[in-house]
């Protein structure tokens, strides 16, 4: 059974979980959204598509938006999606958003997961300390297998996101009317050392270098790769990010998050790594 996992990813929790899936559940593609942006459509051959990205603002990032617009599933499958957080399903309409996605596109999300991890959104909110940091992800390891064995079972578990409405009503605000001013709030301190890897990180190539220094264009997706990916820990968001410790998954390294930026699909197991088809 061929299974192909999609994935967003700034901070590496859900690059983690998504090859944590992978390596559990056989032949397995993984592909990262960033390389799809500009493909008009995106067809997949698998007999069991996955989703896995972050909440952002109690819903779906705009990213993952655009490509499930963009998704066209050949034949039908088994739909999963996993959604990584710094709370819980109780705070989120990802999963009801993105079920309503599938249903206007006459497509069906089969089931749905919440994984609580840590959250990446320092203006709200400092890195708990270290022994609780490390308490949360083993946690969220062990919500893994359960998550696994379900979607290897194709159950159409659904995991319930009981205030959603509001919750939606929040993240439709967010991604109108803050998201497009969001770039203004960066900025850069006298630390940078102008080594490019803001730019080099960011999922939707939104930086561009001028005079050593970062810019910020306008189709920020306000997921802070590049906050916390900056060596030199030189950028700040807004007023509530100065002094506080940066953070990505222990388990994923820089170059990984770098490297998913291209779209490279990679394969599991023992599978030949072949791409799936993108039509343009
Ligand atoms: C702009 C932004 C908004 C976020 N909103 C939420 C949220 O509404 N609820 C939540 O639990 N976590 C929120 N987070 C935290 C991330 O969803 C969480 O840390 C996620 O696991 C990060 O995944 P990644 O490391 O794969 O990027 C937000 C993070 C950012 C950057």
Redesign the pocket.
Known sequence: MEHTIYY????????HVARTLAGKLGPCQLVSLSGLTELPQVTVAADVVGLV??????GLPPLVRSFVERLVLEKPVYTFAAV?????RH??SALVQLAALFQQKGQHLDAGFHVD?????LPLSALPPEPKLQARLIRADRQLERIAAAIQKREPVMEAEHFWPVFAAINHYWRKQLLPQSYRKFYTTGTCSSCGSCATLCPVRNIRMQHGKPVWQEQCQ????CLHGCPSQSIEFGARTAGKKRYR?PAVTAAELMAAKSGAARSSQNTEQSEPSYES
Request: include cysteine; charged fraction near 5%; hydrophobic fraction near 30%.
């Open positions: 967003f990813s700034a901070t590496g929790n859900s690059l990205f972050p909440t952002r603002y109690f990584t957080s710094g709370s819980n705070f989120s991890m840590i959250s990446s959104y306000e997921c802070l790769a998954h």
